[in-house]
């Protein structure tokens, strides 16, 4: 982000989410995966693609935040 100022940089770290990433299990499988992982977080489910894009939209609105990663895990990294 300094070397690249005034450009601004930032990233979004998604954790688990429901997307066509995980189209290799089967069905049952990845459901498997989103309620066990969902259970296990803070917030109780794993992400949608939305959660993320609200994120990302964020950082693109907000004109002063540089160098920043937004983590969007449901609290992963708190368990």
């Given amino acids: 982000a300094v070397e690249l ?7 979004v770290s998604p ?3 429901r997307t066509n990433l995980w189209q290799s299990m089967s069905a049952p499988e990845r459901e498997r995966l989103y309620e066990s ?9 794993v992400g ?3 959660d993320v894009a609200q994120a990302y939209l964020f950082l693109m609105q907000e004109g002063l ?14 368990v």
């Fill in 5 to 11: 100022a005034p450009i601004r940089v930032n990233a």
């Fill in 15 to 17: 954790g688990v989410v």
């Fill in 37 to 45: 992982v969902g259970k296990s977080l803070p917030v109780g489910r």
């Fill in 48 to 50: 949608e693609a939305h």
């Fill in 65 to 78: 935040s540089t160098g920043q990663t937004v983590v969007v895990d449901g609290g992963t990294v708190l």
